[in-house]
């Protein structure tokens, strides 16, 4: 069974940064895309970024292309998700899983508790 957690969310004000983290097992790292995820209120769960089993690829949602960026560290057994110029609309509760799209997810039961992050000024 596939474990992954979350940890690096917060409230900030418009235009900052965040890093958030997921921790996974190595094995799951070498062996599988990892994706990030937000809910926010009232919505389902959306693509944000993916990178690649091989970290050579990474895909963007168009709503976080070129403030949002994925790296993998596999020494950490971690994905990072640099967020910069933060907006309200960002404000979700961010998810990582080992693929990259909602669709690749479905029956997926291993959600972690996600982090929190709130963009308010």
């Known amino acids: 069974q596939v474990q992954v957690v979350e940890s690096g969310g917060g409230l900030l004000q418009p235009g900052g940064s965040l890093r958030l983290s997921c921790e996974a097992s190595?094995?799951?790292?070498?062996?599988?895309?990892i994706g990030w995820f937000s809910r926010a209120p009232g919505k389902g769960r959306e693509a944000v970024a993916c990178?690649?089993?091989?970290?050579?690829?990474?895909t963007y949602a168009a709503s976080v292309k070129g403030r949002f960026t994925i790296s993998k560290d596999n020494a950490k057994k971690s994905v990072s998700l640099q967020m910069n110029s933060l907006k309200p609309e960002d404000t979700a509760v961010y998810y990582c899983?080992?693929?990259?799209?909602?669709?690749?997810?479905?029956?997926?039961?291993?959600w972690g508790q996600g982090t929190q992050v709130t963009v308010s000024s």
């Open positions: 990178i690649g089993a091989s970290s050579t690829s990474t």
């Open positions: 190595v094995f799951t790292l070498d062996s599988s895309p």
């Open positions: 899983a080992p693929f990259c799209t909602v669709l690749a997810g479905t029956g997926y039961t291993s």
